[in-house]
């Protein structure tokens, strides 16, 4: 295993066993969709071998995995992806050290924990000294909860200010102290800010976009997400318990019933008018659109993207359409 310090990361998880094992976390979708060239990283793994139809993201972070040069890569086995075991057969192939994880299916607290020491375990650590991590990172996450705050209650933040605060998160830019100055400097920054006022409120459900400029788009047509979902999830916004609770309340790795619990009462407690749902191609988590279209008790539309490019004129046209129909309800 070549000591770099980093460990990649595949989706979030207990990034405190990492952070206490005197390790970094990176996450390798933020690395991915930030690259300057992430259509290449695509095509790279494609030319090694995985296939035009697998998943962008999945093909982006095997290649950013090699490109950052991560000395090992925790893998999540159940509760995401379900193609993240076998790429992590390749890259165990191909002489990367790899670390899995698992989600435990039923949500059970005493099966997390097992699962969690064993992470640690892995990493050299212990629970104790994760659990002591939980609560240095919660400082970090508190402000994450402030932005999210600003961004619905006073409508002081963009929906993009506010994804891009939340899925940092996973991984804290490899460097919570740094990442916590940043939110402290948007959140002063707020203060001076005249509130936003568009007539329609978004919520935005389902994995982070692969298109560029989506958030934008929506505030150009009078609408604004308040609500970013599974990035909120991300964030880990769940303060005052132990570690292992903590990820046991976490909705993004278990069912879609309690992923459907969350949206509700965020719907009712932003003012949430209409929900994007984005799901991402050849992904299993598509299917989840049946029940979730018939769940949420507000319009839904569905958009579905590939490879990361600008919003194509089919879906910005969809979206400006699902917007104006939205302010006729008003």
């Known amino acids: 295993m070549t ?4 460990i990649g990361i595949t989706t979030t998880v207990p990034v405190e066993a990492v952070f206490a094992s005197g390790k970094k976390p990176v996450d390798l979708n933020n ?3 930030t690259h300057p060239d992430r259509n290449g990283l695509i095509e790279a793994a494609e030319i090694s071998g995985l296939a035009p139809t697998t ?14 040069g991560v000395e090992a890569v925790i893998g999540v086995m159940g509760g995401d992806c379900s193609n993240t075991r076998a790429l992590l057969e390749i890259w ?4 990367l050290g790899t670390i899995p994880f698992a989600y435990p299916y039923d949500r059970s607290y005493e099966s997390l ?3 969690i020491e064993k992470l640690c375990a892995n990493l050299g650590t212990d629970l104790s000294a994760a659990n002591e991590w939980k609560g240095k990172l919660d400082t970090y996450r508190r402000l994450a909860a402030e932005v999210d705050r600003l961004t619905w209650e006073e409508n002081r933040v963009t929906g993009f200010e506010n994804h891009l605060a939340l899925v940092s998160a996973s991984d804290f830019n490899s460097d919570p102290e740094k990442y916590g100055e940043g939110l402290t400097g948007l959140i002063d920054e707020t203060k001076g800010r005249t509130p936003l006022e568009e007539k329609v409120r978004l919520g935005y459900i ?3 976009t692969i298109y560029d400029g989506l958030y934008e788009f929506l505030e150009s047509h009078g609408a604004r997400v308040v609500f970013n979902e599974t990035q909120r999830q991300f964030s880990l916004p769940y303060f005052d318990v132990d570690i292992v609770e903590a990820y046991r309340r976490f909705t993004y790795p278990y069912d879609v019933f309690a992923r459907i619990e969350d949206i509700k009462a965020e719907i009712a407690r932003r003012k949430i008018t209409g929900i994007v749902h984005y799901v991402q191609s050849f992904c299993f988590r598509q299917m989840e659109d049946v029940v979730l279209r018939q769940s949420l008790g ?12 600008p919003l194509d004129g089919r879906t910005r046209t969809r979206l400006e359409s699902f917007v104006e ?4 309800e008003l």
């Open 92 to 95: 165990q192939f191909k002489g």
């Open 55 to 68: 998943c962008g993201w999945i093909k982006g972070i095997y290649s950013a995995a090699a490109e950052y």
């Open 3 to 6: 000591s770099t310090g980093l």
């Open 206 to 208: 389902g994995v982070p």
């Open 325 to 328: 129909m939205l302010k006729d």
């Open 113 to 115: 924990k097992v699962e």
């Open 298 to 309: 507000v319009p839904v539309l569905t958009i579905e993207g590939d490879r990361p490019a």
């Open 31 to 33: 690395l991915f969709i």
